[in-house]
């Protein structure tokens, strides 16, 4: 599995309340997913702690997915000839 961090800035953007934080997540067979979550100000004021909260707050949800992108084939959605 591979996620990376592909959103990251204080939301909303008027008046901001906490952090947008996003990430990419790449299961072993190549499928993937985008996934994101609002961190407030008062659990991370910088933003590396949010990326760690919003990490711990969205692992088990993250992990249930890659555990069902990962039974499928990574042959669905695959170009054949005949």
Do not use: C, H
């Amino acid at each position: 599995m591979k996620i990376v961090v592909s959103r990251l800035e204080q939301y909303p953007e008027d008046e901001p309340t906490g952090w947008a934080v996003g990430f990419n997540v790449v299961a072993g067979n190549g499928r993937s997913f985008y996934v994101d979550t609002v961190i407030s100000f008062d659990k991370a004021d910088k933003d590396e702690d949010a990326i760690a909260v919003a990490l711990q707050g969205l692992k088990k949800s993250i992990n249930s997915r890659v555990t069902a992108l990962n039974k499928k084939s990574a042959l669905i959605g695959s170009e054949v000839s005949l």
